[in-house]
């Protein structure tokens, strides 16, 4: 089975700080993705990687960057953390359409920023 | 971004009732996949189709992909308390590229079951 982890399950952060969320599969996908799901508003991309140190803005980049040197982790960063990126963050990993060409989540990370 | 449509938003149903939940698109996806999210978690896959017209079953679930490729249904039969949660459709396009990779997400069904 797929493996999909993101290190911090919930985690609390002041407005301003730079909070890096972390994303880890075990299945030596390409492609990576984070997502933020609010209430009402479904999942809105935020970036995507399809190679190591390759990156593509999503729908919402906007106060986000990230980061690829291994091909294995995907990490999200807000540079500076602010209200309105309160929100549950969803990482996810792509098998090659060869291989079944799925998406597979990992167990979000629910962020609250004050 | 672009949005599947996806109905009924919710459903209240019994215990060992039938649920039936489906999605349409104005594109053509190559790959339909469906979720369940339950509360607090990340998604979870159910069913993978990538042919259009193919029935595929995973115990009690059933999901087809529509013959136009523009739509896809899911089944779940004789429900379970268990069964609550949020059911997501999600297709991917077409094409080669960045545009493969752009997965487009229905809103989802909240599945209530009373037991």
């Known amino acids: 089975d797929v493996k999909v982890t993101q290190s911090s399950r919930y985690l609390v952060k002041r407005t301003g700080e730079k909070v890096f969320l972390e994303c880890v599969q075990d299945?030596?996908?390409?492609?990576m993705f984070w997502y933020r799901q609010d209430p009402g508003l479904g999942l809105r991309l935020i970036y995507f990687?399809?190679?190591?140190?390759?990156?593509e803005k999503g729908d919402i980049p906007e106060g986000y960057s990230v980061s690829r040197e291994k091909k294995e982790r995907f990490s999200l960063i807000l540079e500076s953390a602010s209200t309105n990126q309160t929100s549950m963050y969803l990482c996810a990993s792509k098998s090659p359409v060869g291989s079944g060409n799925t998406i597979y989540f990992g167990e979000g990370s629910w962020l609250t920023v004050v | 971004g672009q949005q599947l449509n996806q109905s009924p938003q919710s459903m209240f149903i019994q215990e060992g009732e039938d649920v039936s939940m489906n999605c349409t698109s104005s594109?053509?996806?190559?790959?339909w996949l469906w979720y369940k999210q339950d509360p607090g978690e990340g998604p979870v896959l159910l069913i993978a189709l990538y042919k259009a017209g193919e029935l595929t079953s995973n115990g009690r679930l059933t999901a087809q992909f529509g013959i136009t490729r523009k739509d896809s249904f899911l089944n779940i039969s004789a429900s379970i308390p268990s069964d609550v949660g949020i059911y997501f459709c999600a297709g991917l396009p077409r094409g080669s590229g960045g545009s493969n990779y752009k997965l487009t997400f229905g809103k989802g069904t909240l599945l209530t079951v009373n037991p």
């Open positions: 990687s399809y190679d190591v140190k390759m990156k």
């Open positions: 299945m030596d996908h390409e492609n």
């Open positions: 594109s053509i996806f190559n790959t």
